[in-house]
Nanobody, 126 residues
Framework: QVQLVESGGGLVQAGGSLRLSCAASGPTFSSDALGWFRQAPGKERELLAGINWSGGSTYYVDSVKGRSTISRDNAKNTVYLHMNSLKPEDAAVYYC???????????????????WGQGTQVTVSS
């Protein structure tokens, strides 16, 4: 069983930055691919960034590429998402999710992720 707890959300001014953290528990954390997703009201949950087991490979969608960094610390069982140049359209609930059984490959499909946390709200003021 994997449990994920996100933190670091809050109110940020447009143009600002934040760092989200996700603390994980479970026997396979260090060998699983992880992803950060977000879901805005009335919209589907979307993948933003993913990272393989070692952190040596990452993936970003175009909307956050160049202003986001996903990283992980397997010794601390924690994955991070650092975002810069925040825009009002970045406001959403942010989730970290684990893709159990995926090692080097970073899944792009939400349905390939097995566990997620309760989410952390990010609000961006213009």
């Amino acid at each position: 069983q994997v449990q994920l707890v996100e933190s670091g959300g809050g109110l940020v001014q447009a143009g600002g930055s934040l760092r989200l953290s996700c603390a994980a528990s479970g026997p396979t954390f260090s060998s699983d691919a992880l992803g950060w997703f977000r879901q805005a009201p009335g919209k589907e949950r979307e993948l933003l960034a993913g990272i393989n087991w070692s952190g040596g490979s990452t993936y970003y969608v175009d909307s956050v590429k160049g202003r986001s960094t996903i990283s992980r610390d397997n010794a601390k069982n924690t994955v991070y998402l650092h975002m810069n140049s925040l825009k009002p359209e970045d406001a959403a609930v942010y989730y970290c999710e684990a893709a159990i059984g995926y090692y080097n490959y970073i899944p792009r499909d939400l349905h390939e992720y097995n566990y997620w946390g309760q989410g952390t709200q990010v609000t961006v003021s213009s």
